[in-house]
Nanobody, 123 residues
Framework: VQLQASGRGLVQAGGSLRCSCA??????????IGWFRQAPGKELEFVAA????????YYGDSAKGRSLISRNDSQSPVFLQMNSLKPEDTAVYYC?????????????????WGKGTQVTVSS
């Protein structure tokens, strides 16, 4: 079982990022699919999450107002679009699956994790 995150590695400040998360086989189940990030020297931070059906979305404080998490249907990849990027958005971005819909922000509730993709925002 693998989760694969992909996205543009180097972005200029003010630009946009679009990451996708796909599974090698059906792993999403009925839990949340989330995006987290970890900057150097900092803790893992919740970015956004979406229910397995795509009908409910959740955003962390850093993503609110400038991000969109989406998927077309329960079998399609999950996309994360983040706009107005800043250097402080530089981090390794991870997708995760099998999370709790009651606590989509809680990384401990997720069962499956991708390897992560490095995103660097240059000033």
């Amino acid at each position: 079982v693998q989760l694969q995150a992909s996205g543009r590695g180097l972005v200029q400040a003010g630009g946009s990022l679009r990451c996708s998360c796909a599974a090698s086989r059906r792993t999403f189940g009925s839990g949340a699919i989330g995006w987290f990030r970890q900057a150097p020297g900092k803790e893992l931070e919740f970015v956004a999450a979406i229910s397995w059906s795509g009908s409910s979305t959740y955003y962390g404080d850093s993503a609110k107002g400038r991000s969109l998490i989406s998927r077309n249907d329960s079998q399609s990849p999950v996309f994360l679009q983040m706009n107005s990027l800043k250097p402080e958005d530089t981090a390794v971005y991870y997708c995760a699956a099998g999370g709790s819909l009651r606590r989509p922000y809680d990384y401990r509730a997720y069962n499956y994790w991708g390897k992560g993709t490095q995103v660097t925002v240059s000033s």
